[in-house]
């Protein structure tokens, strides 16, 4: 079985993850923080926060900015759920913008059109589809001009380069970033998530917040009566100072975190090549058309997905991805637009406004793309998937 995506863990990684079980912490310890300063050290960002998942990072990120309530926050339609969850979670309205056809992502120009049209927007959610990073300059200087936060979803981006070289998580265009560890992305934890960020006063309010709002850092206790003992601060004192979470990660995790971290650049680095062989395999087809082909280089390439117009081929997409599993393939569909869903379609949300969104969600398929995919199944998957359309236009 070919699946769409897949975790490469290496016995180094479960050797470092065992040492770490066996002499070390298991929470709350070192390994955590030298995995943070790990990462912000390579997307050249000031402060890094772990967190237990990326969406953990998304609702602490958007929290972080104690934003008015029911503050409007624009974001794109083609992302998991998440993206716009952590708007909701924080008591404000997500505000869909369409999709940019070539690129997949939001864009400046669209995001303009809705600024014009909306009051109360405070905050852009760029989400860097399939690890090709946004426009983030073009934004930038959009949201500078506006008066806007911006918090970058980078869940499939990390390794991954904007248009002007920078890394993204680097925060030249934005007050965070916010990266994803689950098994499928450009590294694992199991599951998990990280945060970056160049502003201090965020930084001590993301440590916060991960913790049950407990102060971190150089922050002093506003209870010195109790803080304090004849002039000596007592040392299981503690105080919570707004309401936070549980959003820790381990050091288990962080452990995997970093071997796997090690191997970040080979694992971009297959990824690009095997996105650049299925751009060469799809060449000239009009059966089915890559649907970032013109990005590659600086994308992660979390995944790799196709437009098909299964209508003209006389095929669903149900079927094909049936066919496709009969054959040991597995493929996915990425995303469902977020307003689609029936939660959201009982907030008042509709598709009207994102026929981008919608056209490519018709068109849309996954296929398998992870480090350790062979070039020899990657060409069965090419093949098996042009033999399908071929048969059925022929049928």
């Avoid at 050797?15 to 070390?24: E, K, S, Y």
């Avoid at 953990?56 to 926050?73: E, F, M, R, T």
């Avoid at 079927?319 to 008042?348: A, C, D, R, W």
């Amino acid at each position: 079985m070919i699946p769409y995506g897949r975790h490469y863990v290496t016995s180094i990684d479960a050797l470092r993850v065992a040492w770490q079980i066996r002499f070390h912490s298991l929470t709350q310890g070192s390994k955590i923080l030298d995995f943070e300063r790990s990462v912000a050290k390579l997307v050249g960002a000031k402060f890094a926060v772990a967190t237990s998942s990326a969406t953990a990072g998304l609702h602490i990120a958007v929290q972080s900015l104690d934003l008015p309530k029911n503050s409007k926050i624009i974001t794109s339609p083609i992302s998991f759920v998440a993206s716009s969850n952590s708007i909701l979670y924080s008591g404000h309205v997500p505000i869909f913008s369409d999709i940019n056809r070539e690129t997949l992502n939001i864009d400046a120009p669209q995001i303009s059109k809705i600024i014009s049209k909306h009051r109360d927007i405070r905050a852009l959610i760029p989400v860097h589809f399939a690890g090709l990073p946004s426009g983030m300059s073009d934004i930038a200087k959009l949201a500078r001009t506006s008066g806007l936060h911006v918090i970058e979803d980078a869940a499939h981006s990390l390794g991954a380069k904007y248009d002007t070289g920078d890394m993204v998580g680097c925060c030249k265009y934005s007050d965070m970033t916010v990266f994803s560890f689950h098994p499928v992305k450009s590294i694992t934890t199991g599951e998990g998530g990280m945060i970056t960020t160049n502003d201090y006063d965020i930084y001590k309010k993301l440590l916060r917040l991960r913790s049950h709002g407990i102060i971190k850092l150089d922050d002093a206790f506003e209870n010195q009566i109790h803080s304090h003992t004849s002039g000596l601060q007592n040392p299981w004192y503690y105080e919570m100072v707004e309401l936070g979470y549980n959003y820790r990660i381990t050091d288990i995790q962080a452990a995997l975190g970093l071997s796997q971290l090690k191997k970040l650049s080979k694992f971009i680095s297959k990824r690009e090549k095997l996105a650049r062989n299925y751009d060469k395999l799809f060449e000239k087809l009009e059966l089915i058309k890559p649907a970032q082909t013109n990005y590659t280089s600086h994308s992660s390439n979390h995944i790799y997905p196709v437009r098909i117009n299964y209508s003209k081929i006389g095929i669903s997409r149900a079927e094909l991805m049936l066919k496709l599993l009969e054959s040991g393939i597995g493929s996915q569909v990425h995303y469902i637009p977020i307003p689609m869903q029936p939660y959201y379609q009982k907030l008042g949300y509709d598709i009207e406004s994102i026929p981008e969104s919608m056209a490519f969600y018709k068109e849309a398929l996954s296929i398998p793309l992870f480090p350790n995919l062979s070039s020899h199944s990657q060409k069965f998957v090419a093949s098996t998937l042009k033999k399908i359309l071929q048969d059925n236009q022929l049928k």
